[in-house]
Every structure is written in structure tokens, then in C-alpha cells.
């Protein structure tokens, strides 16, 4: 299972289900994908096929959506 937290640019923000408990974002486009942790401070962790043009506008995109997605996450992995 992987559910989204949003959307936005073409780009989906989700998350795995049987992961590890540091928080992090799968990001997903049709030119590759990226993992980005958000603690301790938001920092790329792996990337596929995406440029670093691409990858700049993904961490800016994460940033802006930092506690949202802290919250999805929290709430979503609640049950551990």
C-alpha cells in the first residue's frame, strides 16, 4: 500500500507502508522518482533518472509542504 499525500506539478508525494520509521516522501514523475527525509532537516536521500533541476524544484516543493506532510505521516504510521 502506498498512499498519496498530494499532488502538485506533476509530481506524486507518497508514501511505502512497510518502511523505515525515519520520516521521509517517495516523490514519483514520469522522468524517475526521489526519497526525501524531512528530519532532521529536509535532504535528498535517493533519486532515479531526475535531473537536478527537477530535483531542486521536488526539495522546494517538500519544503513548503513539510508539516503537512509530517502530519500525514504521523497520523498514517500511528498504528507502529
Known amino acids: 500500500m502506498s498512499p498519496s499525500?498530494?499532488?502538485e506539478k506533476g509530481y506524486r508525494f507518497?508514501?511505502?507502508s512497510n518502511e523505515e520509521e525515519r520520516i521521509h516522501v517517495?516523490?514519483?514523475c514520469e522522468?524517475?522518482?526521489a526519497k526525501f527525509w524531512l528530519e532532521p532537516?529536509?535532504?535528498l536521500a535517493d533519486s532515479h533518472n531526475l535531473n537536478q533541476k527537477k530535483l531542486?524544484?521536488?526539495r522546494k516543493i517538500v519544503e513548503e509542504h513539510k508539516d503537512?506532510?509530517?502530519s500525514h505521516w504521523r497520523k498514517?504510521?500511528?498504528g507502529r
Open 56 to 58: 531542486r524544484e521536488i
Open 31 to 33: 522522468d524517475g522518482e
Open 14 to 16: 507518497y508514501f511505502l
Open 68 to 70: 503537512e506532510i509530517i
Open 41 to 43: 532537516a529536509v535532504a
Open 5 to 7: 499525500v498530494f499532488k
Open 76 to 78: 498514517h504510521f500511528s
Open 26 to 28: 517517495h516523490v514519483t
